[in-house]
């Protein structure tokens, strides 16, 4: 055996021997988790992306807001091109008020056709009369009677106008709330605090129905994916104490709590027979930060950096003495 091969097997082995020593101590320290009531997984800080789309299409006159910039609830972020929409509304006033128009004159011809038959009810009531003392022919009473007929006959007419217009004034009356409804939308707001992520669209363009101006990050939901092994995720509950520690920051432990438990492993197969199999299995993990945990509020957060999640599995259990699983500073 030369020399340079005695080399390469003593550097093998010290390789090997470091290895075998990283994993024990890699086990070591989930199973001391395990132990101690915790279980850890690693990930990056996340937020729920919001997409800000236009409801239907047209231009973009205006974007206020640039990458990067922090929004309020309520705030607008953009405005879309409402020429043609005013054009509309101002349709839809004018049929508004030509159906209340026609629903008026209806309601008038109501007063004049009762008018009418009242009338003729009396006049009908006297040829009767009369001709019961034969003072008229019976060819007068069956005059009397058909103009009755025909009064009765032109204030149900009247009536059904009355109810046609009102069902005219109620179906213009909905076309210019929705007009007005588009014109609403076509200033577009932000629905959550947060951060604009991307800007996707500039003044000039034209977008079709749905499509989407910018992405904000809603910074009141801030988290981490974990995935924990089964025997922690059979034991732990939603709603569990948690922490979440930042690589950038280690000394400093943000509170939070177990949100989510997927219901179904992952990475596994799906028929699952041994033991080593069931080992193997996985469940995705949702850890939720405290949003008024952040010193400097929505500013501090920095989506996407490494960090560390710990959920106490035993609620007795106490946190480690490590600054990064106490709690804030």
């Given at each position: 055996m030369t020399r340079a091969t005695r080399r390469w097997i003593v550097s093998a082995a010290v390789v090997s021997v470091a290895a075998a020593a990283a994993v024990v101590a890699r086990t070591g320290l989930q199973e001391a988790a395990t132990t101690d009531g915790l279980a850890s997984g690693n990930g990056r800080l996340e937020a729920t992306e919001v997409g800000i789309a236009t409801k239907r299409a047209g231009r973009v006159v205006a974007v206020l807001v640039e990458e990067g910039d922090t929004v309020v609830a309520g705030q607008t972020l953009a405005r879309m091109d409402t020429q043609d929409l005013e054009a509309d509304l101002r349709e839809a006033q004018a049929r508004s008020e030509e159906a209340r128009q026609a629903l008026r004159h209806a309601t008038a011809m109501i007063a004049e056709r009762e008018s009418v038959l009242a009338l003729a009810e009396k006049e009908l009531n006297r040829s009767t009369a009369l001709r019961q003392q034969g003072h008229i022919a019976a060819q007068t009473l069956d005059e009397h009677r058909s103009r009755r007929e025909t009064a009765d006959a032109s204030l149900r007419a009247a009536q059904a106008q009355v109810v046609q217009a009102e069902a005219a004034v109620e179906a213009a009356t909905a076309r210019e709330a929705r007009v007005r409804v588009d014109v609403a939308d076509s200033v577009l707001t932000s629905p959550v605090g947060g951060r604009v992520l991307y800007r996707l669209a500039e003044p000039g363009e034209v977008l079709a129905p749905g499509g989407r101006l910018l992405s904000v990050l809603d910074l009141s939901d801030v988290y981490?994916?974990?995935?924990?092994?089964?025997?922690?995720?059979?034991?732990?509950?939603?709603?569990?104490?948690?922490?979440?520690?930042?690589?950038?920051?280690?000394?400093?432990?943000?509170?939070?709590?177990?949100?989510?438990?997927?219901?179904?492993?992952?990475?596994?197969?799906?028929?699952?027979?041994?033991?080593?199999?069931?080992?193997?299995?996985?469940?995705?993990?949702?850890?939720?930060?405290?949003?008024?945990?952040?010193?400097?509020?929505?500013?501090?957060?920095?989506?996407?950096?490494?960090?560390?999640?710990y959920v106490r599995i035993d609620a007795d259990a106490p946190w480690p003495a490590s600054p990064a699983t106490t709690g804030p500073r």
């Open positions: 981490i994916t974990i995935f924990l092994p089964m025997r922690d995720a059979s034991r732990v509950a939603i709603g569990a104490e948690a922490r979440i520690v930042l690589d950038g920051d280690p000394e400093r432990a943000i509170p939070a709590r177990l949100s989510f438990v997927a219901p179904t492993a992952q990475f596994t197969p799906k028929e699952v027979e041994t033991r080593s199999e069931r080992d193997k299995l996985t469940f995705r993990a949702k850890v939720t930060a405290d949003p008024n945990a952040f010193n400097g509020g929505l500013a501090a957060i920095k989506t996407g950096v490494p960090a560390m999640a």
